[in-house]
């Protein structure tokens, strides 16, 4: 009688993520930590989002492929991140929406950003820098 050795099955190791998104990322948490010692909170709404935004970006790096030079209306990060990433929309419409915001805020117009609201978007864009870190660096 001869015995079975149990099958192994190989580890599909991931490639590694492109040195752009992994910039990306290490920019989006720069941009973090910097709205967190920030006073103002328009300028902490509007470096908590464009940190957001470098996330995002860091993701279409992964996974967005060429489109051969076609282009198409809704070119921006957000839209595009719906199309490559369906499982991040929801953050996309989020920020998406707060992008009117943000570039309100980096105007200078100030009324439109509360202490609240900017303390919130800190704290999202926090969360969705680590979903993103988790779709570039899969384990």
């Known amino acids: 009688m001869t015995a079975t050795l149990p099958l192994r099955m190989p580890t599909m190791a991931h490639p590694p993520p492109p040195p752009a998104a992994l910039a990306l990322l290490r920019h989006a948490e720069a941009g973090l930590a910097e709205a967190e010692r920030l006073a103002d909170p328009s300028r902490r709404y509007a470096e908590a989002h464009l940190a957001a935004l470098r996330a995002g970006a860091a993701v279409?790096?992964?996974?967005?492929?060429p489109d051969g030079g076609r282009r198409r209306g809704g070119r921006s990060v957000w839209h595009l991140l719906t199309g490559v990433a369906p499982e991040l929309a929801e953050w996309a419409a989020f920020f998406a929406a707060g992008s009117a915001t943000r570039a309100a805020a980096e105007a200078g117009i100030t009324r439109l950003v509360t202490e609240r609201s900017a303390d919130d978007l800190v704290r999202q864009a926090g969360q969705f820098i680590e979903v993103s870190r988790s779709l570039v660096c899969p384990r």
């Open 60 to 65: 279409l790096a992964v996974r967005a492929q």
